[in-house]
């Protein structure tokens, strides 16, 4: 995929992450497609490491790949940056 693409899939990545979590929700709009592009290549990895599959387009299992990446990438985010 091309960066525009990355960026895209990371915005609904990161975008469906925080709707899922629950708490105060800070950020905006550039915070939450960093870390939905970041939650993305987690998720991939970790799908890869366990045999899941990877993010390679757009289809569900790569969008819940990547949403728990940045699920996994947020929660990390609040514990070291203390937000809730």
């Known amino acids: ?4 693409a ?24 550039l915070l939450t497609s960093a870390l939905g592009i970041v939650g993305a290549v987690v998720g991939g990895w970790i799908g890869t490491r366990m045999g899941y599959g990877t993010i390679q387009e757009f289809n569900i299992p790569s969008i819940g790949l990547a949403v728990v990446g940045a699920i996994v990438v ?5 514990i070291v940056f203390g937000r809730s």
Do not use: E, N, T, Y
């Open 6 to 29: 990355w960026l895209i899939f990371g915005l609904i990545a990161g975008a469906i992450a925080k709707a899922i979590m629950p708490g105060d929700q800070r950020g905006g709009c």
């Open 74 to 78: 947020l929660v990390i985010f609040r």
């Open 1 to 4: 995929m091309g960066i525009i």
